[in-house]
């Protein structure tokens, strides 16, 4: 999968899918982000090694991973993580991360929708994200996308700094957003991935 689109500022961005050589690239990307940006991610990805586990997770099928990218540098990434078997059998984890300089021009969305077209190709029918308290634009940002909110953990996680923080769990029924989408949009990818 690659798609080229279009940002609200008429730059245009590739989307594809994460390559196995693709590790250095994404190690620059996560060490460009702010320290406040990392902060609330799951993992320390100032750590390489921490990043050689994603691609394994690609090929034991256990996610599917996105990056966009402009002239050759990653600048967002996403991730549905699945879990295949038993009770998350349909059930699938979204992960977003935009660059600061590319916020707010529209690529977390288009992002966040290829990743819902690989969640209906896994005959996934609930996406979660989980994130902490303090991240309320990215809780804003989700219910924008289709998220609500499930509920909250009090301090259940720790953060980068080792700070405990409330879990947020917000959760997005693919087949509700397939009939919001298809009312608002007259975009075909739509309908071909329903």
């Not at 050589?21 to 902060?39: G, M, Q, S, Y």
């Not at 992002?111 to 609930?126: G, I, P, Q, S």
């Not at 979660?128 to 996308?145: S, T």
Request: aromatic share 8%; proline share 2%.
């Amino acid at each position: 999968m690659e798609k080229v689109v279009t940002l609200e500022n008429g730059k245009n961005v590739t989307i594809r899918e994460l390559k196995k050589d693709d590790a250095d690239a994404v190690f620059a990307f996560f060490a460009r982000l702010p320290a406040e940006d990392r902060k609330y991610l799951r993992v320390d990805v100032t750590k390489y090694e921490m990043l050689t586990h994603r691609y394994q997770d690609v090929i034991e099928n256990r996610a599917r991973r996105l990056v966009a990218e402009d002239d050759g540098e990653i600048v967002a990434d996403g991730a549905l993580e699945l879990k295949g078997h038993g009770w998350g059998e349909h059930i699938g984890e979204m992960r977003l991360i935009v660059a600061r300089p590319y916020q707010r021009q529209g690529l977390g969305s288009k992002l966040a929708r290829e990743l819902y077209f690989l969640a209906a190709e896994h005959k996934v029918d609930r996406i979660v994200v989980r994130m902490m308290k303090p991240q309320i634009g990215a809780q804003h940002i989700m219910k924008r996308l289709g998220f609500h909110d499930e509920f909250c953990i009090p301090k259940q996680v720790r953060d980068q700094e080792g700070n405990w923080q409330d879990l947020i769990i917000m959760r997005c029924n693919l087949e509700d957003l397939w009939s919001e989408m298809e009312g608002a949009l007259a975009d075909s990818d739509w309908r071909r991935h329903r």
